[in-house]
């Protein structure tokens, strides 16, 4: 167990519709990192928040967006889907601020687009 | 832009063989990642290499940085089917844990 949580575990929805993945970092850690990991395109980096405050950006589409809470635990909402976007979206978090320790991941959520 | 490649993609292998994945990386880095991933399941990190020559062993995997030669190396000595799974590195181009580019993945098989 990773000590990162993300919920929901799997998600089917249709095309055009909007959802939103939520992700609980370890304790302590202060940055949360998104992926996404799909056949076709393999572990995409998507967007990292440190504090609350974005840090770093990947190849993140505009019907994508991010945000990290003053309790540290963050949000991914996605946007008039398509079915393209089926992949399994991953959260890792670390102590962030350039320190020396690996990204730990959740479990992922698995969507499914219709 | 950073480009990470491992090969092979894929690897099939007998137990108790020895065997190399390799994990080029087109920018300059001196931090490496190597996380293991099952079927369906999530990412667990085995190594994390900071410097060049850096070498780090745990059971029967051990990883290894040449940062000059922009290369790191996953030996994997007297394979047990325990290992069967996909193996990733990572390369952090920005010097600061933050943007991890990936590589492809080598799914092993390790076959009894």
């Known amino acids: 167990d990773s000590g990162v949580t993300q919920t929901p575990k799997h998600l089917i929805t249709a095309t055009g519709q909007r959802v939103t993945l939520r992700c609980s970092p370890r304790s302590g850690d202060l940055s949360v990192y998104w992926y996404q990991q799909s056949l076709d395109q393999g572990l995409q980096f998507l967007i990292q928040y440190y504090n609350g405050e974005e840090r770093a950006k990947g190849n993140i589409l505009e019907r994508f967006s991010a945000q990290q809470f003053p309790d540290l635990h963050s949000e991914l909402n996605l946007s008039s889907l398509e079915l393209g976007d089926s992949a399994l979206y991953f959260c890792a978090s670390s102590a962030g601020g350039g320190g020396n320790q690996p990204q730990h991941f959740g479990d992922g959520t698995r969507l499914s687009i219709l | 832009e950073l480009k990470v490649e491992q090969n092979p993609l894929f690897l099939s292998m007998q137990e108790g063989k020895n065997y190399t994945i390799y994990c080029n990386y087109s920018t300059t880095s001196d931090r490496l990642y190597w996380y293991r991933q099952d079927p369906g399941k999530s990412l667990e990190s085995l190594f994390v290499?900071?410097?060049?020559?850096a070498v780090k062993q745990e059971g029967r995997l051990m990883a290894s940085l040449d940062t000059k030669a922009r290369l790191s190396t996953l030996h994997i000595t007297a394979a047990v089917h325990d290992l069967s799974a996909t193996y990733f590195c990572?390369?952090?181009?920005?010097?600061?844990?933050?943007?991890?580019?990936f590589g492809t993945g080598t799914r092993l098989t390790i076959i009894p």
């Open positions: 290499l900071l410097s060049n020559g």
């Open positions: 990572a390369v952090d181009a920005n010097f600061g844990n933050e943007k991890l580019t």
